[in-house]
């Protein structure tokens, strides 16, 4: 295996540019993005991802999750390949860089192997997972989960959007079903580069996150039933306000999760109320509760003493209340080889850095679960993500993808 070198890099501009392109697609209202899964301008962002990887030499195939897979070959045909990737779908009030910046610094990195003539024993695989981000269609990282073998296909397809469109058709109408058999290709290795969405290495002045772990997530979806009626004319005492009941259960998620402080975090982001007209007292609410630790038991911890608590509340005040656990995965502990090519990289390329565990749920985190994963992170600016405002230096992105690169080289081993 010939040896990595440190003048091995990424081409900064050709990158940031690449970022700013794709950023055209699924404009934002404030200088981010809007680029929800299986929408036109995800079926948009997606034919300009093919041409470009295909103009990199690289040969596609799709899965009938729509997750994009393209090849570089390697001098050995039947090694298994290297994969490389991240998502290109965004949050509705989404950064350019979440997600974006690990599909296109995986594009880069091929482009500049191609640039060096770097030639690899192992394929290397560019990636784009469908639905990483979960807002649209629950939950998060539904393809790779599905890949993971986590949730079936058919399950999938079923998933319901707010109105009521289908994922599987969705995913036929914008043309991207693919034809392969989702989780039918085998790794030698996964890696993903992408923004820390916390701000730890920025405070700490470090260029390159190596991520060890991710902490794990749950998402239960609560119905709360009480009854429509006048705000005007209806006496205190006869209401039934799901939206008060709504309110004292959110206090409670937030009361649970600081039990927890300093690692374990808790909100509602998804909350929709029934007729939610300004003169009805709110019949139902429907939110969704998303509880976070690096420690399984503490996850459990805050679901039980949540679903309890919640309970009391419904029973006091004459609400119904149901719940529906709609996400969640288990705490991660990414494969030890990966962690260390990532580890090595940055330390060959001279970059700052420090262990991080990922606050941000990832489709590594599936992926760790039937090949050897890690990530690369990077800073953002103030930790800010899941706004429009996300922003990062073209530094960082430089430093990510160069990490990524030679873990992924690492990894797919050089040859004369
Ligand atoms: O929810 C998450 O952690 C990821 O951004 N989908
Ligand atoms: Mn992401
Ligand atoms: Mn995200």
Redesign the pocket.
């Known amino acids: 295996m010939a040896a990595l070198s440190d003048n091995m890099k990424i081409n900064a501009d050709r990158l940031w540019d690449s970022l700013m392109e794709m950023a055209k697609i699924g404009p934002g209202v404030a200088g981010g993005n809007n680029r929800q899964t299986l929408t036109d301008a995800d079926a948009e962002g997606r034919r300009l991802f093919q041409k470009w990887c295909e103009d990199a030499g690289m040969t596609m195939g799709v899965d009938q999750m729509g997750t994009m897979f393209f090849r570089r070959e390697g001098t050995d045909s039947d090694a298994l390949p290297v994969y490389v990737g991240?998502?290109l779908d965004t949050q509705p009030t989404g950064g350019k860089y979440?997600?974006v910046l690990?599909v296109l610094g995986a594009l880069e990195l091929v482009r500049s192997m191609n640039d060096l003539g770097i030639k690899t024993k192992h394929p290397i695989v560019v990636t784009n997972w469908t639905n990483?981000?979960g807002t649209r269609f629950a939950p998060a990282m539904l393809a790779s989960g599905v890949f993971a073998g986590m949730h079936t296909q058919d399950w999938a397809y079923e998933r319901e959007d707010a109105e009521g469109k289908k994922f599987g058709e969705e995913l036929a109408r914008i043309g991207w079903k693919g034809d392969e058999e989702v989780g039918a290709r085998k790794m030698h290795a996964f890696f993903e580069l992408?923004i820390e969405?916390g701000p730890i290495l920025e405070a700490e002045g470090k260029e390159i996150g190596v991520v060890t772990h991710g902490q794990g997530l749950s998402w239960t979806q609560v119905t709360v039933t009480g009854k429509e009626a006048h705000t005007g004319s209806t006496p205190m005492p006869m209401r039934r306000n799901a939206g008060l009941g709504m309110a004292r259960m959110l206090e409670l998620v937030d009361e649970i999760a600081w039990s927890h402080k300093p690692h374990a975090v808790g909100a509602a982001g998804h909350i929709d109320v029934y007729p939610n007209s300004r003169n009805v007292i709110p019949g139902r609410v429907v939110f969704t509760v998303d509880f976070r630790s690096p420690q399984l038991e503490v996850i459990e911890d805050m679901e039980n003493r949540f679903r309890e608590g919640a309970q009391k509340i419904a029973d006091d005040m004459g609400l119904g209340v149901e719940f529906e656990k709609v996400g969640g995965f288990d705490p991660v502990e990414f494969d030890e080889s990966c962690v260390s090519a990532v580890r090595n990289a940055a330390e060959r390329l001279g970059y700052s850095h420090m262990d991080l565990i990922s606050g941000?749920g990832?489709d590594a985190c599936w992926i760790n679960r039937v090949a050897p994963t890690s990530m690369v992170m990077c800073p953002c600016v103030d930790g800010l993500s899941h706004n429009e405002a996300e922003e990062i230096s073209k530094e960082w992105a430089e430093a990510g993808a160069n990490v990524l690169m030679h873990a992924v080289l690492e990894k797919a081993e050089i040859v004369e």
């Open positions: 991240s998502h979440d997600g690990g990483e981000e992408h969405q941000a990832h």
